[in-house]
Nanobody
Framework: QIELIESGGGLVQPGTSLKLSCTGS????????VGWFRQAPGQDRKFVAR????????LYGDPASGRFTISRDNAKRTVYLQVTKVKPEDSGVYYC?????????????????WGQGTQVTVSS
């Protein structure tokens, strides 16, 4: 079974950029669509972005607000989430997850395998 490891989180200054990575352990990583979700304290996990198997199709949720870009490099078995001009409201634990389902599906319950998450704190 594929395992996912997120990295790239930490304490970041408002207005700067960050790039999160999600690396899969299995050689068939390219068979999965991948999504990013964010969970802030006391809130439900929210859909941020999703990318198709070959990276040709992307979908963004409300939290993405035009400053987020999802991409992937299947040769490296990695999906990225780049955030520009970060804001305090971007803070939270960011999770990546995989799904075998096609289409513009955002619901967390449709993603079967999850990473442990990486904490992002935006503060001066």
């Amino acid at each position: 079974q594929i395992e996912l490891i997120e990295s790239g989180g930490g304490l970041v200054q408002p207005g700067t950029s960050l790039k999160l990575s999600c690396t899969g352990s299995a050689s068939n990583f390219s068979e999965y669509a991948v999504g990013w979700f964010r969970q802030a304290p006391g809130q439900d996990r929210k859909f941020v972005a999703r990318i198709s198997r070959n990276g040709a199709r992307t979908l963004y949720g409300d939290p993405a607000s035009g400053r987020f870009t999802i991409s992937r490099d299947n040769a490296k078995r990695t999906v990225y989430l780049q955030v520009t001009k970060v804001k305090p409201e971007d803070s939270g634990v960011y999770y990546c997850a995989t799904t075998l389902q096609f289409g513009d599906i955002k619901e967390a319950r449709t993603f079967g395998i999850w990473g442990q998450g990486t904490q992002v704190t935006v503060s001066s």
